[in-house]
T-cell receptor, first 112, second 114 residues
Framework: LAKTTQPISMDSYEGQEVNITCSHN???????ITWYQQFPSQGPRFIIQ???TKVTNEVASLFIPADRKSSTLSLPRVSLSDTAVYYC?????????????FGAGTRLAVHP | DAGVIQSPRHEVTEMGQEVTLRCKPI?????LFWYRQTMMRGLELLIY????????DSGMPEDRFSAKMPNASFSTLKIQPSEPRDSAVYFC????????????FGPGTRLLVL
């Protein structure tokens, strides 16, 4: 299973765009890239998933270059409520079944 | 629709006691996952079931841990006997299918073993 590397922490201010980059050099052909968000005292919540190029939903955008060895989660105009831990996952067929390996995540702090 | 339901939300017990955590997945989901989260080790996958069958239990730390899924709407994670190092937040998640599908997490059970 591919290992992911992302910054331990990031700081931003309200209204700014935040980009969190994740590297996954050993990503396999059939692996998807998924991002989860976790608030304190809550379970992780799915944000976005992609395979290649760009994916956008109402919450975020995900940019994946052609070699797929990295990906960037983009959060437009963050607010204080976006303060959370963001996990980049590359899953992961193990024996034909999905296996998500959560790394340490990136702690994003949004300041007023 | 109700999300993943876990009970209890908090559990405090003494070392050596049996602890049972419960999970009700989202209706229609056929995969269920148990995770443990600690500050030191982060979020770890313990076991997952597909169609009520345990598929991968390689993350279960010791024989003291066991999990069952008697039907599609209920699963338990049992620790017997419990130890202080088992203190953590235990999450249950469910999803549809077996591949890249989104996992929906419950609120977690915060376990403290004294």
């Amino acid at each position: 299973l591919a290992k992911t590397t992302q910054p331990i922490s990031m700081d931003s201010y309200e209204g700014q765009e935040v980009n969190i980059t994740c590297s996954h050099n050993n990503i396999a052909t059939n692996d998807y890239i998924t991002w989860y968000q976790q608030f304190p005292s809550q379970g992780p919540r799915f944000i976005i998933q992609g395979y290649k190029t760009k994916v956008t939903n109402e919450v975020a955008s995900l940019f994946i270059p052609a070699d797929r060895k990295s990906s960037t989660l983009s959060l437009p105009r963050v607010s204080l409520s976006d303060t959370a831990v963001y996990y980049c996952l590359v899953g992961g067929f193990s024996g034909g079944y999905n296996k998500l390996i959560f790394g340490a995540g990136t702690r994003l702090a949004v300041h007023p | 629709d109700a999300g993943v339901i876990q009970s209890p939300r908090h559990e405090v017990t003494e070392m050596g006691q049996e602890v049972t955590l419960r999970c009700k997945p989202i209706s229609g989901h056929n995969s269920l996952f148990w995770y443990r989260q600690t500050m030191m080790r982060g979020l770890e996958l313990l076991i997952y079931f597909n169609n009520n069958v345990p598929i991968d239990d390689s993350g279960m730390p010791e024989d003291r841990f066991s999990a069952k899924m008697p039907n599609a709407s209920f699963s338990t994670l049992k620790i017997q006997p419990s130890e202080p190092r088992d203190s953590a937040v235990y999450f249950c998640a469910s999803s549809v299918g077996t591949g890249k599908e989104t996992q929906y997490f419950g609120p977690g059970t915060r376990l403290l073993v004294l």
